[in-house]
């Protein structure tokens, strides 16, 4: 919504002419981008605030996900303005993810380069995009099932299996993802979102999901 309504004051402002180059196009777009985010920040943090402090029973409740109701709807609302914006947080969620040169080095297209040489050439920096946008992608089906474990679980044995097919088995890269991915939150959001309840939850799903993912590996490379 945010981003159409963007497009549509950008174009009405070159229609009538008071926007006459490309730089003042492109610092329009960026302030644009940038306001977008806050708004959808804000949005996030106000749904976390809503959050009722006291945790009723049922929101209490732990199903086969190990989450509990409000660790769910705390876990939507921190992701609700990345995942909504895939275009503008794929590279630099992607760029944190392989931070470690053991993540990086498991993907054929950055073994044995630098961040800032990924950076750098437009291949490479073209593919972290790519791949910081599958991975939004799949955060997003992951956080849109956690109210159903079923669906959750049969999507994650999906990614395990295409873990499998590029070969990305190391349970310890698992471990390096998870911390990488809270590094990414920690670092990209206000403390006020991302407290300690936050922070918890998150680890949970983490959890959760490498279990899920490194018990798939292991029964498919059993056989």
Excluded: C
């Excluded at 630098?114 to 050439?121: D, V, Y």
């Excluded at 994650?156 to 698992?174: E, G, K, M, T």
């Excluded at 390096?176 to 403390?191: I, N, Q, R, T």
């Amino acid at each position: 919504m945010f981003e159409s309504l963007g497009k549509t004051i950008l174009n009405f402002l070159i229609q009538r002419r008071l926007i006459f180059n490309k730089q003042l196009e492109n610092d329009v777009a960026e302030f644009w981008q940038k306001t977008t985010f806050l708004i959808k920040q804000a949005i996030s943090n106000e749904q976390i605030r809503l959050l009722p402090d006291k945790v009723t029973s049922n929101e209490g409740r732990v199903d086969s996900t190990g989450l509990t109701t409000r660790e769910k709807k705390l876990i939507m609302a921190t992701i609700a303005p990345v995942v909504g914006d895939p275009d503008r947080f794929a590279k630099p969620f992607l760029i944190r993810l392989i931070m470690p040169i053991e993540i990086r080095d498991s993907f054929r297209a950055f073994r044995g380069k630098t961040i800032q040489e990924i950076e750098r050439n437009p291949y490479t920096s073209r593919r972290a995009f790519e791949l910081g946008k599958a991975i939004l992608v799949q955060f997003q089906q992951i956080v849109q099932n956690l109210f159903d474990p079923p669906a959750l679980f049969d999507l994650i044995q999906r990614i395990a299996r295409f873990h499998i097919s590029i070969n990305i088995v190391d349970p310890q890269l698992y471990k390096m993802l998870a911390d990488a991915v809270l590094g990414y939150l920690s670092e990209s959001f206000d403390p006020s979102v991302v407290t300690p309840e936050v922070t918890t939850a998150w680890t949970k799903l983490l959890a959760t999901i490498n279990t899920a993912i490194i018990s798939e590996i292991n029964s498919v490379l059993a056989k």
